[in-house]
């Protein structure tokens, strides 16, 4: 006998309620038989709390207890100001001993432009200005922002100067406009 597919759903579904029920009984149905309670042995016996006294009188004085600062400052981490009396128990201590110290390498010398700056001079009405630099027998026109030298960035082209900065150590310098020599 063939059975439609509504009566298949029908019977699925029957076995899945099944399923379910079972499942409910075996993992929530079942009760806790412990109480949850303590289990004394023996009979039982009040405290005996009748003098109150003692616990008032210490109660009492952990409450009139107040804060008196000792000096220092609890939100600055670091040790505390030595007292002035201890100042001259440390200075009859004994010195201190000196450790050698690592010498501190020597400041980088400010940066040289390569040739010398001779003019200056801009092509258009108002347009950027461009530097003249000669190195041996070659001439190099620069303006600001270019980068002579692989590390020299000119970053202003005055009338009568050129300033300059190294790209890797971050130190300025001047050069002053040399002018050929009089004939």
Same mark, same amino acid.
């Given at each position: ?40 042995? &023996? ?7 009748? $003098? ?74 108002? &347009? ?7 190195? &041996?027998? $070659? ?26 900065? $190294?790209?890797?150590? &971050? ?13």
């Amino acid at each position: 006998m063939a059975q439609s597919k509504q009566q298949k759903e029908r019977i699925l579904l029957a076995v899945l309620l099944v399923v379910a029920a079972l499942v409910w009984f075996f993992y929530f149905g079942k009760t806790k038989t412990s109480s949850g309670g303590i289990a004394a042995t &023996g009979a039982y016996a009040p405290i005996n709390a009748e $003098d109150y006294s003692v616990i008032f009188k210490e109660l009492g004085e952990t409450q009139s207890t107040v804060y008196k600062s000792s000096g220092r400052n609890i939100f600055v981490a670091g040790p505390v100001a030595p007292l002035p009396q201890a100042a001259t128990v440390v200075a009859n201590a004994k010195p201190e001993r000196k450790y050698p110290t690592v010498p501190v390498p020597p400041e980088p010398p400010k940066p040289v432009l390569p040739g010398k700056f001779f003019g200056y001079g801009s092509l258009p009405t108002n &347009g950027p200005r461009r530097a003249f630099l000669q190195e &041996g027998e $070659d001439v190099h026109i620069v303006q600001e922002g270019d980068i002579v030298g692989n590390h020299i960035r000119i970053t202003h082209i005055g009338n009568d100067s050129i300033d300059y900065e $190294d790209t890797v150590t &971050g130190k300025k310098n001047t050069s002053t406009l040399e002018l050929p020599p009089a004939a």
